[in-house]
């Protein structure tokens, strides 16, 4: 019972987080023309927390890796993160805008914290055998999030204002902060060489951790890159999701157009948005209840084919192909995340695991800015364009995965952590 308590408060934690973290984006795009009166101010913002979250992960995950009480430290890089928020709201038209923006870039630095340094935490929670669907659950609280928050942000700028917007977006992420003070500890390791205790000494606190490591930071940030390039599934995984993101990102600038071209308005692109979570969403819940879940290395190479696909399909420019490629994208989206969650589980070094999350949510986060950032110009030079150019980013992101080949690939699927 403890168990699924336990994955409950963490899922709860993590839904909360996320969907307030994915509401802080629209409502701060709203809330910063509105406070200062520039058009420009909202996107300046959120490319300063985007910019900051790509070089934020790696760091954070080393403090995470290396803290006695990590979920602790989860806590309180979830409350900065809050108080950030906080500041740019309060700041917006009455301190200078550069400030604001600065402030903004701070608070981006913690970011992570709410995608890969909270799912780093899973199997301190979730036991062996039940890794793979708390994986799967795991990666539907993102889904859900992007479903839920930033409708809710329209809803709520819309009736009370954007500053409101932000507010709520504010205590969202703050009711998350429970859960991850909770959060259980590692359990202890004797560090190599160590003697085995004498017989009948006492046996170490549950819960108790091993010392810090004797080496500096900047050795752990190389230990963690390291650990990602040379694991060979680690390295396939996160080249191939990385890659993808750049394709996901120059998806996602190309909805609002389509939705203007193909029914009439702009706001529909927000519908699109909508329709891609909630297919995500359902997606991950079969996923979580197959009995006999597919090796995530299969699922995320199918994941990136079916992305390859969707991109295409939208850029016919007919109705029913553009909501076939919709559905498409996040029956593709949704998969691909749960199966990259379950590699990084499976092949992460225990010492370097909030490492291997950060830096690879970091990674994601650049790529998926990028995709975005190049696609903009491009979608209003030609919006067919821009989505084959997506499309050719997923068939590069296959062709990485192809071209490397892990020789040691697990047999089990969805084999818990340490598994070979």
Known sequence: MMRRYALGCYLGGAAAAR???????????????????????????????????????????????????????????????????????????RVPFTLTVLLAVGAGLLGPALSGGWTSQLPRVAPPPGLPRATALDAMTFSLAALVGPALAGAVAGTAGAPAAVAVSIALIGLALPAAW???????????????????????????????????VVADLTAGLRAIVRNRSLARATATSVVSCVGQGALLTCWPPLGAAVFGGADRGALLLSATAASALVAGAVLSRHPRPPRPDTV?????????????????GHPAALIAAVLLTGAAEGPQLTALFAIRHREAPERLRGQVFTTGASLKITGFALGAALAGPLATWSLPGALVVAGGCEAFAVLVFVCLPDPAEAVAPFSPPGAV
Do not use: N, Q
């Not at 070089?55 to 006695?68: E, K």
């Open 182 to 216: 909770t959060l259980p500890a590692p359990a202890r390791s004797a560090p190599p060489g160590a003697s085995a205790p004498p017989p009948g000494a006492s046996a170490p606190p549950p819960g108790a951790s091993a010392p810090p490591p004797g080496t500096s």
């Open 19 to 93: 969907a307030g973290d994915e509401m802080s984006g629209p409502a701060l795009l709203l809330a910063g023309p509105a406070l200062t009166g520039s058009p420009s101010s909202g996107s300046s913002l959120l490319a300063g927390i985007m910019a900051a979250a790509a070089v934020g992960g790696p760091l954070f995950g080393v403090l995470l890796d290396r803290s006695a009480r990590p979920g602790r430290l989860l806590a309180v890089a979830l409350a900065l993160y809050v108080a950030g928020l906080a500041a740019i709201l309060l700041g917006l038209g």
């Open 300 to 316: 995320l190479l199918g994941g990136t084919l079916l992305l390859v696909l969707a991109p295409l399909l939208a850029a016919t």
